[in-house]
C-alpha cells in the first residue's frame, strides 16, 4: 500500500520550455501532496503544499508563477515548471499524505522523482 | 540552530555490526518523527515513524525517541551492504510541513 508514481522519471529539455511533472497516488487518496526539489548532496528542500481543490501553499523563496501546482482531484497533482533555465535543473520528488481505509495519516510517501536537465 | 540536526558522517560500519544514527530536533511540540532511506539517485523511502517516547522495533531496525531530550535515533542491527544509503532522520512541525536533517550517509563494509 501507500504507492506514488511520477512521471516523467527524467527530462531533458531547452531553456525556455515548460515542463509538466505528474505525482500520482496509485491506491490511496492524497488530501495533501508535496513538492520538494533536491540539489546533489543537499537535502529535500520543501517547495510548496497542495491540498485537493485549493491553491498551493509556497515556500518563501518559491516563485508561484514559476511553479504551476495543480491538485485537480485525490490522485493527482501536477507541478509545471515554466520558462525553465539551466539552474532549474533539478531532482523534484513528490509526496502524498491522505486516508488508508478510511483513517487519515500523517506519514507522507515519497514518488520516485524527477530528474530535471534544462540545458 | 538547525531545527533538525544530524552528523553528515559518513559512517562506516563493518557487515554485520550495529549502525546507530542519531538525530536531534529544536522543536519541543513535535510529536511525529520519521526516518527516510535514500539511495544514490533516488528518492526517499520510509522505514519508521515513532511518535510515543520509547523504542519501536522493526525487523533489523529499531527507533528511539526521547522527546524531554529531544532526541531520535534508529537502530540497524546486523548491518548489511545493502543498508549503505543515507538515512534522513524527519520531523513533522506544527504547520504539518516534514522538517528534514540534512541526513547521514551511512556505508557498510562487506
Known amino acids: 500500500g501507500a504507492v506514488v508514481s511520477q512521471h516523467p522519471s527524467w527530462v531533458i529539455c531547452k531553456s525556455g520550455t515548460s515542463v509538466k511533472i505528474e505525482c500520482r497516488s496509485l491506491d490511496f487518496q492524497a488530501t495533501t501532496m508535496f513538492w520538494y526539489r533536491q540539489f546533489p548532496k543537499q537535502s529535500l528542500m520543501l517547495m510548496a503544499t497542495?491540498?485537493?481543490?485549493?491553491?498551493?501553499?509556497?515556500e518563501q523563496g518559491v516563485e508561484k508563477d514559476k511553479f504551476l501546482i495543480n491538485h485537480a482531484s485525490l490522485t493527482l497533482s501536477t507541478l509545471t515548471v515554466t520558462s525553465a533555465h539551466p539552474e532549474d535543473s533539478s531532482f523534484y520528488i513528490c509526496?502524498?499524505?491522505?486516508?488508508?481505509?478510511?483513517?487519515?495519516?500523517?506519514?507522507?510517501?515519497f514518488g520516485p522523482g524527477t530528474r530535471l536537465t534544462v540545458l | 540552530q538547525k531545527e533538525v540536526e544530524q552528523n553528515s558522517g559518513p559512517l562506516s560500519v563493518p557487515e554485520g555490526a550495529i549502525a546507530s544514527l542519531n538525530c536531534t530536533y529544536s522543536d519541543r511540540v513535535s510529536q511525529s518523527f520519521f526516518w527516510y532511506r535514500q539511495y544514490s539517485g533516488k528518492s526517499p523511502e520510509l522505514i519508521m515513524s515513532i511518535y510515543s517516547n520509547g523504542d519501536k522495533e522493526d525487523g533489523r531496525f529499531t527507533a528511539q525517541l526521547n522527546k524531554a531530550s529531544q532526541y531520535v535515533s534508529l537502530l540497524i542491527r546486523d548491518s548489511q551492504p545493502s543498508d549503505s544509503a543515507t538515512y534522513l532522520c524527519a520531523v513533522k512541525n506544527q504547520g504539518g510541513k516534514l522538517i528534514f536533517g540534512q541526513g547521514t550517509e551511512l556505508s557498510v563494509k562487506p
Open positions: 497542495s491540498n485537493e481543490g485549493s491553491k498551493a501553499t509556497y
Open positions: 509526496s502524498a499524505q491522505g486516508t488508508s481505509g478510511g483513517r487519515g495519516t500523517d506519514t507522507q510517501y
